[in-house]
C-alpha cells in the first residue's frame, strides 16, 4: 500500500504478459557489443582513461557514419524538394531543379510533406519501372508490380507477414542462408515462423550448393511447411556474389519444390571481384523461359541505403513481385495501406537512385565521377582487408567479391572458449568483447549470424576512409596476436 492508503496496481503490461514472439527477436548487428561501444564513447568524451583514443564502429554497414560523402546531385534534388524556394537560386543546376519540379508535381499540394499513395508515388514507380528494365536488358517491367518500400527491410517483413500461416506441421518454413543478416532470422521470430537453415560452403567462397538446399528443405518438412526461399545476393554479411549459373540452379530448385523466391538485392552495384557480375534473380528467370517465367513466384527487393549511395537514413526502397496471385496481390496492397506511405523523401531519393543525371545534362559528369570515386575506394578496401586479414595467423579470409563487409573465419583457443562458456557467452562474443574494451574496435560476433558448429567468426565492415581502416585491420591484427599468446 502507498503512503496515501491507496493500493498500487498492477501493470498490465510485464515481462511475463507481452507478445512472447519478441522476446525472442535478437538483432546482433546492433547487439549488446553496441551497447557497450556507445558507453565507452561516452566514458572517452568524460575523459576516462582508456587502451585506445577513439571507438572504431565497423558493425554496421551504416556508410555516410562511416565518412562516405553523398552524391551532390542526390542531395540538391532533396534540399530542393525540402525547401522549394531555393527553386530560384542560381546555384543550383538546371537539371537539379528540373528534376526536383518534377517530384514536387508527383506529391499532394506540391510538397514532400503530403502523404503519398500507399503503393507509393506513381511516377517514382514508373521510373523503378524503367530502371528494372533497362538493368535486365528489356525483360518487361510493369508499375503496378512495383511497391515503393521503407528501406528493403519494410518489403522483405512485408512479404513474410503474407506467407506466414498454419500452425504446428503446417506452420511456414522459411529457409535462410547461415551466415545470414539477422532481420531474417528477427523477422522470422516475430511473426512466429519456423527458420530453416541452410549453410554456404565456406571452403568455396560462400557458394550456394542445391545439395544443402534440398537437404535442408527435406530435415524442415518433418516438422513445419517450407514455403519460401530467401537469397542475400551478393552476399551479407558474406560478401560473395553468386554465379549466372547458381542462380539458374536456385530457381530450378523453387520451382520444383514449390517456393516462393525471395531475393534481396541491395547490394547489387557492390560487386569488386575480377569475374564477378551481378545478375538479377528476375533476368534469369525470364531468361531461362515461360517454364519459369510464368510459374515461379519472385520478390525482389532494393534499397537507397547501399551500393554507392549509402542513404540509410532516408529510409528509400521498393520491391517488384513477379507471377503473384490476383487476390494476393489485392491483399497485398491493402496490407501496405495500413502504414498510409513510406517515407516522401525516401521515394524522392529512390527515383533519383533510378534516374540519375543523363549524358549531357549539367551534373552528369561529376555524378559519375563520385560514383565512380566511391565503388572504386570500396573495391580497394575490400582487397586490403582480404589482404591484412590474411597476413595473420588463424585468421582467415575469403575474398570479399561485394557488398559491403568480411566475414573471416577465426581460430579461438580452446582456453578462451572455456573462459566464455562459464561465463555463458558464445566465444566470438567473447573475443570480440575482449578486443572492444582493449583496442576501441566495435566488430559483431560471427555467432550473431549463424555459422557452422565449432567455427567462429566476426563481421567487419569495409566502410572506414582508407587510413582508418589500415589502422583498425593493424589492431586486429595485434590483438588477434596477443589473444592467442594470452590463452595458448
Known amino acids: 500500500m502507498s503512503e496515501n492508503g491507496v493500493v498500487p496496481r498492477a501493470k498490465v503490461l510485464t515481462i511475463d504478459t507481452m507478445n512472447p514472439t519478441v522476446k525472442n527477436v535478437e538483432y546482433a548487428v546492433r547487439g549488446p557489443i553496441v551497447a557497450r561501444a556507445v558507453e565507452l564513447e561516452r566514458e572517452l568524451s568524460e575523459g576516462m582513461k582508456k587502451p585506445f583514443a577513439e571507438v572504431i564502429k565497423a558493425n554496421i554497414g551504416d556508410a555516410h557514419a562511416m565518412g562516405q560523402q553523398p552524391i551532390t546531385f542526390f542531395r540538391q534534388v532533396l534540399a530542393l524538394c525540402s525547401y522549394p524556394e531555393l527553386l530560384n537560386d542560381s546555384t543550383f543546376p538546371d537539371d537539379a531543379k528540373s528534376r526536383a519540379r518534377r517530384i514536387l508535381q508527383s506529391c499532394g499540394g506540391n510538397s514532400m510533406g503530403s502523404y503519398s499513395a500507399s503503393q507509393g508515388i506513381d511516377s517514382v514507380r514508373q521510373d523503378v519501372a524503367r530502371y528494372i528494365e533497362r538493368r535486365d536488358g528489356g525483360v518487361p517491367c510493369d508499375p503496378n508490380n512495383v511497391y515503393l518500400t521503407t528501406g528493403a527491410s519494410d518489403g522483405i517483413m512485408t512479404m513474410l507477414k503474407l506467407l506466414v500461416c498454419g500452425e504446428g506441421m503446417t506452420r511456414t518454413g522459411v529457409m535462410i542462408s547461415i551466415p545470414q543478416y539477422p532481420l531474417y532470422s528477427a523477422a522470422l521470430a516475430e511473426l512466429g515462423a519456423v527458420q530453416i537453415n541452410y549453410y554456404l560452403n565456406e571452403e568455396k567462397c560462400w557458394s550456394l550448393d542445391i545439395s544443402e538446399l534440398q537437404r535442408a528443405l527435406d530435415e524442415a518438412r518433418n516438422h513445419c511447411n517450407p514455403r519460401a526461399l530467401c537469397i542475400i545476393n551478393p552476399g551479407n554479411p558474406t560478401g560473395q556474389v553468386q554465379s549466372r549459373e547458381c542462380i539458374e540452379d536456385v530457381i530450378r530448385f523453387a520451382a520444383k519444390e514449390g517456393l516462393f523466391l525471395m531475393a534481396d538485392e541491395v547490394y547489387q552495384d557492390n560487386v569488386y571481384a575480377e569475374g564477378c557480375q551481378f545478375h538479377s534473380f528476375k533476368k534469369v528467370l525470364f531468361e531461362m523461359g515461360p517454364e519459369y517465367s510464368d510459374t515461379v513466384e519472385l520478390a525482389s527487393f532494393h534499397?537507397?541505403?547501399?551500393?554507392?549511395?549509402?542513404?540509410?537514413?532516408?529510409?528509400?526502397?521498393?520491391?517488384?513481385?513477379?507471377?503473384?496471385?490476383?487476390?494476393?496481390?489485392?491483399?497485398?496492397?491493402?496490407?501496405?495501406?495500413?502504414?498510409?506511405?513510406?517515407?516522401?523523401?525516401?521515394?524522392?531519393?529512390?527515383?533519383?537512385?533510378?534516374?540519375?543525371?543523363?549524358?549531357?545534362?549539367?551534373?552528369?559528369?561529376?555524378?559519375?565521377?563520385?560514383?565512380?570515386?566511391?565503388?572504386?575506394?570500396?573495391?580497394?578496401?575490400?582487397?586490403?582487408?582480404?589482404q591484412i586479414l590474411n597476413t595473420v595467423e588463424g585468421i582467415s579470409c575469403n575474398p570479399v567479391q561485394g557488398a559491403m563487409y568480411s566475414f573471416p573465419r577465426i581460430i579461438i583457443p580452446e582456453k578462451a572458449v572455456k573462459e566464455a562458456t562459464d561465463k555463458g557467452q558464445q566465444p566470438d562474443m567473447f573475443y570480440c568483447m575482449k578486443m572492444l574494451e582493449e583496442t576501441g574496435i566495435c566488430l559483431v560476433p560471427g555467432s550473431g549470424f549463424g555459422q557452422k558448429d565449432g567455427t567462429y567468426h566476426f563481421r567487419m565492415t569495409i566502410l572506414p576512409p582508407r587510413d582508418k581502416l589500415q589502422i583498425l585491420l593493424n589492431k586486429v591484427q595485434e590483438f588477434h596476436q596477443k589473444f592467442t599468446q594470452h590463452y595458448s
Open 303 to 386: 534499397s537507397t541505403s547501399k551500393c554507392y549511395m549509402g542513404e540509410c537514413g532516408f529510409r528509400g526502397g521498393y520491391m517488384e513481385i513477379i507471377n503473384m496471385d490476383d487476390d494476393v496481390k489485392a491483399q497485398l496492397t491493402k496490407l501496405v495501406s495500413v502504414r498510409l506511405c513510406p517515407p516522401v523523401p525516401g521515394q524522392a531519393l529512390m527515383d533519383l537512385v533510378v534516374n540519375p543525371p543523363q549524358p549531357g545534362e549539367p551534373s552528369y559528369d561529376n555524378f559519375i565521377k563520385e560514383r565512380s570515386a566511391t565503388l572504386s575506394a570500396l573495391a580497394e578496401k575490400a582487397k586490403l582487408t582480404e
